[in-house]
């Protein structure tokens, strides 16, 4: 399995990014994606993640409005886009491959991560 996060990189407070994670090796259609961070010394948090069907988002409070998460399964890819960013975002974000219902998990599959800094 394996799980390749892209889209990372320098961008100013304000501005906007798109991650993607492409996934292989699995059945990608049948899986929760979730998105993941951790910054320098905090803890890893969820972002955001997207039932297999898309029917059903999770955000974690501080990324509410500012970034959406959407799958193609034709693709075996998640995206997330993200607007608004603001210092705080800055972190290493990691896709992964979660339960089969909810959000919470656990998630057996990780992205090797990329790396997302913003500017002030």
């Known amino acids: 399995v394996q799980l390749q996060a892209s889209g990372g990189g320098l961008v100013q407070a304000g501005g906007s990014l798109r991650l993607s994670c492409a996934a292989s090796g699995l059945t990608f259609s049948i899986y929760t994606m979730g998105w993941f961070r951790q910054a320098p010394g905090k803890e890893r948090e969820l972002v955001g993640a997207i039932s297999w069907s898309a029917g059903t988002t999770y955000y974690v409070d501080s990324v509410k409005g500012r970034f959406t998460i959407s799958r193609d399964n034709a693709k075996n890819t998640v995206y997330l886009q993200m607007n608004s960013l603001k210092p705080e975002d800055t972190a290493v974000y990691y896709c992964?491959?979660?339960?089969?219902?909810?959000?919470?998990?656990?998630?057996?599959?990780w992205g090797q991560g990329t790396q997302v800094t913003v500017s002030s």
């Open positions: 992964a491959a979660g339960p089969r219902s909810g959000h919470s998990g656990p998630y057996y599959y």
